[in-house]
C-alpha cells in the first residue's frame, strides 16, 4: 500500500510480497490504489521491488562464471561456417555460396535466340512465369556440354543440363538474376572457414576461373565459386 499521511510524499509499503500478483492486475485487482495509478507498472511498490530484485547480492559463483565466459575469445568470421550449394559441371565439382542462390529447378524448355546460338547464352526459359535469360555455365568455364548444345531446336527441353540454377545478386536498387544449367546438384552443405584453401596455380583453367578457394567434400575438391566474379563472366559471355 502506499502511505501519504507525511508531506504527501509516497512512501512504499507493501501490504503483501508480490501483491501485484494477489491483489493487482495479475490478481484480483482488488487493491485501491489500482484507481490512482491504473496499472502495477505505474505504482512505487513495483518500482521499489523490481530496485530490491536488481540491488540484491550476486549468488556465490555467478560474477565469476560471467567473467570467464566474458573472457572467452569470440569466434571471428574465419572460423565460422558457410552455407554453399555444391553441383557439377561436366567432371568439376564447384560451389555457391547459398546466398546467391534463388532456387534450383528441373530442365525446363529452352527458347533459341535468334543469332546467339553457340555462344554462351543458352536461349530463354520460364521461370515461374518469367522469362529468363539461360546462360550456358560450360562455355563460361570453357567445358563441354551444357544446354547450349540443344538451344538450336525451339521449343526442345534443356536436356543438356540436370538442373536449373536460378541466380540472383543484389545490384545497385535492383537485382541481376541469371540461369544457369548444370550437370548434377548434390544440394546445400555447410564447409568452415578453416576448412578453406588457395586455388594453385596447377589447377585446370576451368577450375580456376571465378574460383575463389577449393575444399574437400566426400573425398571430392570442390571450388568455391566467387559470386561477383562469377556475375561479372556471365555478364561478359553475354555481351560478347
Given at each position: 500500500?502506499?502511505?501519504?499521511?507525511?508531506?504527501?510524499?509516497?512512501?512504499?509499503?507493501?501490504?503483501?510480497?508480490?501483491?501485484?500478483?494477489?491483489?493487482?492486475?495479475?490478481?484480483?485487482?482488488?487493491?485501491?490504489?489500482?484507481?490512482?495509478?491504473?496499472?502495477?507498472?505505474?505504482?512505487?511498490?513495483?518500482?521499489?521491488?523490481?530496485?530490491?530484485?536488481?540491488?540484491?547480492?550476486?549468488?556465490?559463483?555467478?560474477?565469476?562464471?560471467?567473467?570467464?565466459?566474458?573472457?572467452?575469445?569470440?569466434?571471428?568470421?574465419?572460423?565460422?561456417?558457410?552455407?554453399?550449394?555444391?553441383?557439377?559441371?561436366?567432371?568439376?565439382?564447384?560451389?555457391?555460396?547459398?546466398?546467391?542462390?534463388?532456387?534450383?529447378?528441373?530442365?525446363?524448355?529452352?527458347?533459341?535466340?535468334?543469332?546467339?546460338?553457340?555462344?554462351?547464352?543458352?536461349?530463354?526459359?520460364?521461370?515461374?512465369?518469367?522469362?529468363?535469360?539461360?546462360?550456358?555455365?560450360?562455355?563460361v568455364l570453357g567445358l563441354p556440354?551444357?544446354?547450349?548444345?540443344?538451344?538450336?531446336?525451339?521449343?526442345?527441353?534443356?536436356?543438356?543440363?540436370?538442373?536449373?540454377?536460378?541466380?540472383?545478386?543484389?545490384?545497385?536498387?535492383?537485382?541481376?538474376?541469371?540461369?544457369?544449367?548444370?550437370?548434377?546438384?548434390?544440394?546445400?552443405?555447410?564447409?568452415?572457414?578453416?576448412?578453406?584453401?588457395?586455388?594453385?596455380?596447377?589447377?585446370?583453367?576451368?577450375?580456376a576461373r571465378c574460383s575463389s578457394?577449393?575444399?574437400?567434400?566426400?573425398?571430392?575438391?570442390?571450388?568455391?565459386?566467387?559470386?561477383?566474379?562469377?556475375?561479372?563472366?556471365?555478364?561478359?559471355?553475354?555481351?560478347?
Amino acid at each position: 500500500m502506499i502511505d501519504r499521511t507525511r508531506h504527501d510524499v509516497p512512501v512504499v509499503t507493501a501490504p503483501m510480497p508480490e501483491c501485484w500478483r494477489v491483489i493487482g492486475v495479475a490478481g484480483d485487482r482488488s487493491c485501491p490504489e489500482l484507481q490512482a495509478f491504473v496499472h502495477c507498472r505505474n505504482c512505487p511498490v513495483l518500482a521499489e521491488a523490481a530496485r530490491s530484485f536488481f540491488d540484491r547480492p550476486a549468488p556465490e559463483g555467478y560474477l565469476d562464471a560471467w567473467q570467464a565466459i566474458l573472457e572467452e575469445p569470440t569466434e571471428t568470421a574465419e572460423g565460422a561456417d558457410t552455407s554453399v550449394l555444391v553441383f557439377r559441371v561436366d567432371h568439376e565439382w564447384l560451389s555457391l555460396p547459398t546466398g546467391a542462390l534463388v532456387e534450383v529447378t528441373p530442365s525446363r524448355t529452352l527458347h533459341s535466340v535468334p543469332h546467339r546460338q553457340g555462344t554462351a547464352l543458352a536461349g530463354i526459359v520460364n521461370v515461374r512465369g518469367q522469362l529468363q535469360l539461360c546462360v550456358s555455365l560450360h562455355a563460361v568455364l570453357g567445358l563441354p556440354g551444357g544446354p547450349q548444345a540443344t538451344a538450336a531446336h525451339p521449343g526442345s527441353p534443356a536436356d543438356g543440363a540436370g538442373r536449373l540454377i536460378v541466380l540472383e545478386r543484389a545490384q545497385g536498387p535492383a537485382a541481376e538474376r541469371w540461369v544457369v544449367g548444370v550437370d548434377e546438384v548434390a544440394g546445400v552443405h555447410r564447409v568452415g572457414r578453416a576448412d578453406l584453401r588457395p586455388v594453385p596455380s596447377t589447377v585446370s583453367q576451368a577450375a580456376a576461373r571465378c574460383s575463389s578457394a577449393l575444399f574437400e567434400w566426400q573425398e571430392r575438391t570442390v571450388a568455391l565459386l566467387d559470386e561477383v566474379r562469377l556475375f561479372e563472366a556471365l555478364r561478359e559471355a553475354v555481351s560478347s
